[in-house]
């Protein structure tokens, strides 16, 4: 049975999505953007039995091993049918290169099919994907920066990786730093805790060109944003590319800071738009001939009449099918995919909004720590803050009672709850600010 999934299976990578896919609905989302979103696959040895699996650093792999073990064998089986040894091994122990290099390797490596090459175009993103080659083609001189908006799974990442590998293609001598907004918030928090700030700063502002996804995760963060400011100055003042993605305009991310806000409109702001169905049939038929699976006309309208607003739910169908077929040895019909599309329609349904979500979305907002947010000692005026805008989300995202609400945040008495939720829609009311913020974290916390 090995031997028939060596020969079957496109790749790891492959499979690795569907391994991920599976842990995703067993575990809160926070958990699972923490833990499993961070490991990358390496090589599955049939003749070992084993599975490897790259990691971020050791207290990564350590945490993996004292906490996810279990999902993750379970994950496998699920998957394969059979059990493997899963081994893990830091990025370190792979390759002894700088950070810059070790993210320029994924863009190049994990994200392969993410060039312009494989980027379908068509009237919703014609205009965003002209922008883009112009930057790859021409860095620092097109555009610069270079602001693209859109609702999630649109292909604002794909764009952002094509530029990447693009620049890295024409000039292997580019050093290209790739980072997610929160990740940027986690590595300065990480950075001033282990006083470690002038590698961070060295890290990015020596940098050919900077690609950051999902910046809107970063307004609201007053520290985030000080050091973000700066790294684009002195980026910029150096004629550095930089490229940035959001779910929305810059006008609309409502806690960004206004001077962070007039750079990143000070270029060029490019939307990008739902799919019209040519194109999603296109993507289709793009995306199944990478993977080597044939699709008749009447599957690929079918799903394209089916999923309409997001291009990562297409991908994902043809994956799937394609593993599908592979692992029953089955030719796609209509019956087969009318199941697909369920499981993917299911499994893209937005996580259960918990209060672990919300704390923690507030904690990286106001620069504390979950503990302090739920503790009944400390009442220093940011944390006492912080926890009272945390208490009126959790009322606003959750159907929790008064009384819930209190024993979530250490066991206060629901009186308490009821005052606190008052004297935010107060604060609201009367600082236009208090409430740009709370709106922002409540839309960040729903499109996680």
């Known amino acids: 049975m090995y031997e028939r999934k060596d020969k ?132 620092s001189h097109a555009y610069n920066p270079l602001f693209l908006y859109g609702n999630s799974g649109l292909g604002k990442t794909h764009l952002l990786y094509a530029i990447g590998n693009e620049i890295k293609k024409n000039d292997p001598t580019k050093v290209i730093c790739y980072i997610k907004g929160d990740d940027f918030t986690n590595e300065l928090i990480e950075s001033l805790r282990l006083a470690k700030m002038s590698e961070f700063r060295q890290k990015y502002r020596q940098s050919d060109i900077l690609l950051v996804d999902d910046v809107q995760f970063i307004g609201g963060k007053e520290s985030t944003q000080e ?128 209060v672990e979500r919300i704390i923690d979305e507030v904690a990286r907002t106001y620069g504390v720590s979950s503990d302090e947010i739920r503790s009944q000692k400390n009442r220093s005026a940011n944390i006492s803050n912080a926890r009272h805008i945390a208490i009126y989300v959790t009322r606003e995202l959750t159907t929790l009672s008064m009384v819930a609400i209190g024993e979530e945040f250490g066991n206060r008495h629901y009186s308490t709850i009821i005052y606190t939720i008052q004297k935010v829609q107060k604060m609201m009311n009367n600082d236009r600010k208090v409430k740009e913020i709370i709106e922002d974290t409540i839309k960040n916390i729903r499109d996680r």
Request: glycine content about 0%; aromatic content about 10%.
């Open 8 to 139: 079957t299976m496109d790749s790891f990578d492959d499979a690795w999505k569907l391994i991920c896919a599976y842990c995703k609905t067993k575990i809160t989302d926070v958990a699972y953007n923490t833990w499993i979103s961070r490991i990358k696959p390496l090589k599955l040895a049939f003749d070992e039995n084993t599975a490897y699996l790259i990691v971020p650093n050791e207290f990564h792999c350590q945490t993996l091993k004292r906490c996810y073990m279990p999902l993750l064998n379970e994950a496998f089986e699920a998957i394969f049918d059979n059990k493997f040894n899963i081994e893990f091994k830091t990025q370190n122990e792979i390759e002894d290169k700088p950070v810059s290099n070790r993210i320029e390797e994924k863009i190049k490596d994990t994200n392969y099919e993410y060039t312009f090459d494989t980027f379908i175009v068509g009237s919703s993103n014609k205009f965003a994907h002209a922008a883009c080659l112009a930057v790859a083609t021409n860095p």
């Open 227 to 354: 050091e973000f400011f700066h790294t684009f100055n002195a980026l910029y003042d150096a004629k550095k590319q930089i490229v940035l993605t959001s779910d929305r305009p810059p006008k609309e991310i409502k806690t960004l800071d206004d001077r962070l806000r007039s750079r990143f409109e000070q270029d060029l702001i490019a939307d990008v738009q739902p799919p019209d169905i040519e194109t999603r049939i296109a993507i289709i038929k793009r995306k199944a001939e990478l993977v080597d699976i044939e699709l008749s006309n009447d599957v690929c309208e079918y799903i394209a009449s089916k999923i309409k607003a997001n291009i990562r739910q297409l991908e994902g169908t043809v994956k799937k099918l394609k593993a599908k077929s592979l692992l029953n040895n089955e030719k796609v019909t209509i019956s087969s995919v009318q199941e697909v599309i369920a499981d993917i329609l299911n499994n893209d349904v937005p996580p259960e909004v918990t």
